[in-house]
């Protein structure tokens, strides 16, 4: 299968958390600022995340028409779409988040393109809307994403080589229990978050193949902030 090379790059606290109030304290800036210089490199082609982690981080609006839309799209087929930016691939079987436009933020001052992917449980309605706000789509699988298929439509037809799997939990469990990361970066906050926030690996499908072993690649210090890199 051709895939991209694939590195989940997450920031946790001492304790393994990927949320909680501890990304908003002065002691976690060095770790946070290092975390967006890594993800701008690891996800200079594409980087990807799960719906939840969209809705909690970006603009996005709360309601549309979306009747206004039929007839626009009548067919399962994917809209591809090249990009000069940076590929924000968002992971949505049914089709949910009603974006504001095609490009978001992140890290500050780098604009990205949104790339949606859903199954056919998202409506042509709804594929209709991000046809005519410009939105690249990708349908991947009837209820369920196929995530082996869809790298191979990324390497494919997106041309996309190098890809930065930044969460959350229940994204990248996903990818590990398929063993499509090819790489694990780490940059530890020197904080206890101590809040009942996942870890990087959340699965919540129904045919789990855990656990996965990896290998220490490297591991650097900066001030208080820790960088790990295992590798498969
Ligand atoms: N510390 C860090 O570096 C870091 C990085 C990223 C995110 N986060 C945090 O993580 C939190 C969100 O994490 P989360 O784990 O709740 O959500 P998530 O991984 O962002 O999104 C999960 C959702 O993605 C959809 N999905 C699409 N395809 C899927 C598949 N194949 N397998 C599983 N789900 C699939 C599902 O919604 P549907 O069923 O509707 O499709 C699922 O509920 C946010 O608060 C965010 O800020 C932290």
Known sequence: MKKPYTICHMMISIDGKITGDFFSYLESQQAGEYYDSKALIYGKKA?????????????HQDKIDLSK???????????YLPSEENYAICLDRKGSILWAS???EYPDHHFNKVLQVVTKQASFEYLGYLKSLNIPYIVNGENDLDLNSLMNTLFSQFKIDLLSVNGGGI???????????????????????????????DYKG???KFPKAFHLDKINRFGDTLEIIYKK
């Open 171 to 201: 994204i990248n469990g996903s990818f590990f229990n398929e063993d499509l990361i090819d790489e694990i970066s780490l940059i530890v906050s020197p904080m206890i978050e101590g809040n009942q926030g996942g870890s990087i690996a």
């Open 69 to 79: 839309y039929k007839g626009i799209v009548s067919t399962y087929d994917n809209y």
């Open 102 to 104: 095609d490009k978001i």
């Open 47 to 59: 980087w990807l995340c799960g719906k939840n982690t969209f809705i909690d981080n970006f603009p």
């Open 206 to 208: 129904t045919s789990p």
